[in-house]
């Protein structure tokens, strides 16, 4: 039993590293742009958004990512805060509860990577995965942080991350594409770009 499901998970590993279906990759919103509008993301207008788009469930960088915007979401009410994942929505509920739950994250699947394409996120290059230093900081996060690879159940490796706070008339003041697969966004400077003081909690 053992066996099949090592075959079974190095089957999922395998088909991570496949690279997936074309989309029409806009490019991405600045600061000062008027967000994208797309029916499986609304946004509130009583108060700002700080929208993550991740990594395949199961990549270290996508956790800890989801880990300080979880954070962010308890200690600030006052901000919607997003998670997207590309993962089917079985795998990504499964992910988030070994990750330790949403707090008050709301999570998208946007399995078909629309939302991706449509907010300028598209797919990478093998540097952008597999660079020395990419490689080095995944040994680094699980040594230090103890965050490790998890089986990916779904998803691509190769889809590029990024993350943007919107104020509450959805326009963007803070954006950040990641470079490389361990550029990770520093949330903060995204809640500071919200005009929201680090020690305020409503």
């Known amino acids: ?21 074309a989309r029409d990759v806009q490019p991405p919103p600045k600061v000062g742009d008027q967000a994208p509008v797309h029916p499986n993301l609304p946004l509130p207008a009583d108060k700002p958004t700080l929208i993550v788009f991740l990594r395949h469930c199961g990549c270290p960088f996508a956790e800890k990512t989801f880990k300080a915007l979880a954070k ?95 104020d509450k008339d959805g326009i963007v003041r803070w954006a950040h594409v990641a470079a490389t697969a361990d550029d990770l966004s520093k949330l903060d400077e995204g809640v500071a770009a919200l005009g929201v003081k680090e020690g305020a909690k409503h």
């Open 72 to 166: 962010i979401s308890a200690k600030h009410p006052e901000i919607h805060c997003v998670a997207i994942s590309h993962s089917s929505a079985e795998a990504t509920e499964r992910w988030v509860v070994q990750v330790g739950g949403t707090w008050d994250v709301e999570v998208v699947v946007d399995h078909e990577r629309e939302l991706y394409a449509q907010w300028g996120l598209g797919i990478s290059t093998t540097w952008h995965v597999l660079n020395p230093l990419s490689l080095y900081r995944t040994l680094q996060l699980g040594k230090q942080e103890n965050i490790w690879n998890r089986t990916t159940e779904s998803g691509t490796r190769w889809q590029i991350s990024g993350a943007f706070a919107l």
């Open 1 to 21: 039993m053992a066996q099949l499901i090592d075959k079974a998970a190095l089957a999922q590993e395998w088909e991570s590293f496949k690279t997936p279906p």
